[in-house]
DNA sequence: CGACCTCTTGAATGAACTCAACAAAAGTGG
DNA sequence: CCACTTTTGTTGAGTTCATTCAAGAGGTCG
């Protein structure tokens, strides 16, 4: 399976990261960086299908993203599996086991991905001693709250066409601020996938990109899409109810 | 209007609190607690209607609910307003704020509330001193998110009866936490924002509830809850389809 | 007591779902 | 490298559940 995003081959350092700046190390000195370095473990590739972790297992060790794409799979209480959300490099992945004390997703990469390791309690220790550190984790945390609030919204009160556009815009958008390109790009994940993550049947997913294709707003050859109009995929997001 | 849950009159001081054992002070010692309770503005009481803050206003304050509740209410870009949640005595208020440095939504009492007021940056700085006190703050954050994210799937997949139960209980379960009664409780928010907020037209909340007292699994009067049948109301949620 | 707002009820519409079949791509093994 | 299997994606037809629109009932407050 072909990557989606390149990937980042620097050495072992979030000074030589080159997505270092939408990251942890945002706001700490040179300093202070080489001490979080120390507590980060040399980055781990996964292929895609791999699991970082499974919902359930100790809560312990904080994921950061160098390169590839991954999801967080949730099985509610009778079953059903939920795709909370993809993550793209530059995200920390696991945050939401610290108050468990349990991941409370599994995560699983979606094609070849690597990932930098930390322990959490470790970090947060760090956190005491260097106080940029500390703000950057709760910027984190907030932010990512933020996002799912968001993306609650999105999946509620909006149109199939609506959900389907809006996902790709934000795909864009989280691309574009990643240096890659915000109007083509490939789709690290399958139909289903998005459908589960925007809450429809496989086979609306499916009509519905028929249909932005159709109207010449997308052009799509199988997980590889070209945002032809922005402003028409705006539009339908926008457009009232 | 009546509020749903008794005004807590203890004096000003977490550690005299009744529901400090739900908020920031969760493992912080009798020592630092007094360096918090020093960052502490005298609890401020609400009126239904009234707004703590509002969207967009720049961020400085945390609150912290001492009695009461309130909702986070949410202007889309396109002016639909959306119940991201409704809050509780116990819980942090304002989080979402951190990282965008304004708040992203506006907090408006639903009966008469009273909150505790803080600096975030002077707690923020206060964290780096109290490692106990930077932990909750982590814990809080994740439990936010995990709770946001849990929200999110059950207002997708199910279906309108499935919402309704979900909601009920959960509100059931937070007040249980609180020390209030599970099965009796007043609802402090309208059918319409219960409808905003599980994403249903309001008329469908109507008709769901009165299903519900039809079948003897609640006792509705007004804004009055009673669970009649606990286990129909989790087999309703339970349901699989 | 009347005005206003919230809530309820009914009937018709419609958007997305289910189910079923088919097509295409990716993976497997001789 | 090609046939085979498996997985993933597409298309169509019929159904269902929640919505919309409209009207009426019930509370609440001046």
Known sequence: MQSTIPENNSAHSC?????????????????????????????????????????????????????????????????????????????????????????????????????????????????????????????????????TQWSTLNNNDLTAEQRVASFINNLSARFEVRGYSATQFQLAMSRQDIANHISLAPETVSRVLKRLKNNKVLDIQNRNISILDVEALNDIIQCQN
Chains 1, 2 share one sequence.
């Open 15 to 147: 000074s030589h990261c080159a997505i270092s700046q939408l990251c942890l190390p945002v706001g700490v000195s040179q300093q202070e960086l080489a001490q979080l370095e120390a507590l980060i473990n040399q980055a781990k590739v996964y292929h895609a299908g791999d699991y970082a972790h499974r919902q359930g297992d100790e809560f312990n060790k904080l994921y950061a993203i160098k390169s590839g794409t991954l999801k967080s799979v949730r099985v509610d209480e009778f079953g059903n599996e939920h795709i909370v959300a993809f993550h793209l490099p530059g995200e920390l992945v696991g945050l939401d086991g610290i108050y468990p004390e349990k991941y409370s997703c599994s995560v699983v990469a979606l094609d070849t991905a690597a990932m930098c390791e930390m322990d959490y309690h470790k970090l947060s220790d760090l956190c005491s001693d260097i106080p940029s550190l500390q703000k950057q984790l709760f910027r984190i945390l907030s932010r990512d709250m933020y996002e």
